[in-house]
């Protein structure tokens, strides 16, 4: 295991993961009842953009940089922006929030988060980062072995996130199945898969895995940067989400142009589709 977010915390895939998780948050925000979120690779919940791992590859420059101290691009974007700025209340960037902390600032007294991370280290800091936190669990795990474990939740409501590294070169097939498995377990649950866009033909082999399953209501959200003229870098960033909240894709459908045109790039763009309709 060597991948550590902390050299990509704040990048511009990083901003569209978190903004698009923080509204669906904010969808379940919009019902008294509890919610649960299930985060399968947590990371270490919040990043020192000042440290020295960060500032060797500076991603987050042409991240969360080129948003930050200016009027949001779009208002979708308010709920994510809020939640960096509350980790930052002074108005200098230093600290960014993790998918945890993301969710954390989301949940009310009744609701409840439990993080996963398999890297010793990194497992040793999200366990301080919400020590104390009683509506924080965090477990040193397997992120498949934990979607058995945790699914489905008491509260019946709520979102998985599914966030590998992609070190593997069987992730894509990795995260077919345990989404497979998941939803088996829980079919209502929100689930939002985090995938990189560099060599298309990887993507559409996922999508197809996807849709074998049989799976109703996936929806698909892109934004790219870079012409897909070459695998060898990122391109862009996608996330693959089931049982999206209502009109959530009318929201991304808006949403993703303005980050797009909000971040440095030399191509690319912002898609949205359905990968299986709503079951008749
Ligand atoms: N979700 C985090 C966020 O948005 O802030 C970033 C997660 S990072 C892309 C992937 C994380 O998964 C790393 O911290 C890595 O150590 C962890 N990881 C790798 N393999 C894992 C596995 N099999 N189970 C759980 N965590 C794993």
Not at 27 to 40: M, N, Y
Not at 243 to 271: F, I, V, Y
Request: net charge neutral; with cysteine; hydrophobic share 40%.
């Amino acid at each position: 295991m060597n991948y550590r977010h902390i050299f990509h915390a704040g990048n511009p895939a990083d901003v569209m993961k978190h903004a698009v998780l923080a509204l669906i948050l904010d969808h379940l925000r919009a019902k008294p009842a509890p919610f649960c979120v299930l985060d399968t690779h947590a990371g270490i919940g919040r990043y020192d953009l000042t440290s020295e791992p960060a500032r060797k590859t500076a991603e987050s420059d042409d991240g969360i940089g080129r948003l930050w101290g200016r009027p949001a691009p779009h208002p979708g974007l308010a709920p994510y922006l809020d939640a960096v700025q509350a980790l930052n209340p002074d108005g200098a960037l230093r600290w960014y929030p993790g998918s945890p902390r993301i969710a954390r600032a989301a949940l009310r007294p009744q609701d409840r988060m439990v993080l996963v991370e398999l890297h010793p280290d990194d497992a040793r800091s999200l366990k301080s980062e919400f020590a104390d936190d009683r509506a924080v669990s965090v477990h040193q795990s397997d992120a498949y072995t934990a979607l058995k474990a945790h699914l489905p939740p008491k509260e019946k409501r709520g979102l998985v996130l599914i966030d590998p590294p992609f070190e593997q070169p069987d992730e894509f097939a990795r995260m077919a199945e345990g989404l497979a498995l998941a939803h088996r377990r829980w079919s209502t649950g929100i689930f939002a898969l985090w995938y990189p866009i560099k060599e298309r033909a990887a993507v559409w082999r996922f999508q197809d895995a996807v849709e074998k399953t049989g799976i109703p209501k996936v929806l698909i959200a892109e934004l790219t940067w870079h012409p897909e003229d070459t695998h060898l870098r990122l391109n862009g960033s996608g996330l693959l989400i089931v049982n999206p909240p209502w009109k959530l894709d009318e929201t991304l459908r808006a949403m993703l142009p303005a980050l797009h045109d909000a971040l440095p790039s030399t191509g690319g763009g912002a898609s949205v589709s359905w990968l299986t309709p709503e079951a008749s």
